[in-house]
């Protein structure tokens, strides 16, 4: 079994979660996050504000599915969520009980 990580725009979410609806998954979560990956340039105009340390908001999916069905689910979160632009997210895949921070202990 894989644990499927997809950090994704808010505005996305319920069209991803819809999409998936009739995925074959054995357990899904949706927490409400906050970060930045490599847009934080965009962040870096406002350094002389507020908005110097803001990050931005994302949703963070985490789904557990069999080996089998995991090509099936990343080509459904991919062709749902890609736009092209730069924020668009990130997917990580594990092993089901690895822990993403497994490496930095």
Request: net charge negative.
């Amino acid at each position: 079994m894989k644990q499927i990580i997809a950090i994704i725009r808010p505005y996305i979410a319920e069209k991803l979660l819809e999409n998936l609806r009739l995925a074959p998954l054995e357990a899904l979560q949706v927490t409400e996050v906050k970060g930045f990956g490599r847009q934080k340039s965009y962040l870096d105009q406002y350094t002389a504000s507020e908005y110097s340390l803001a990050f931005l908001p994302k949703v963070e999916i985490t789904i557990y599915v069999d080996d089998q069905r995991v090509e099936e689910v990343l080509r459904t979160i991919v062709d749902t969520t890609r736009s092209g632009r730069m924020g668009d997210g990130k997917i990580m895949v594990l092993e089901a009980g690895e822990s993403p921070q497994a490496g930095l202990e």
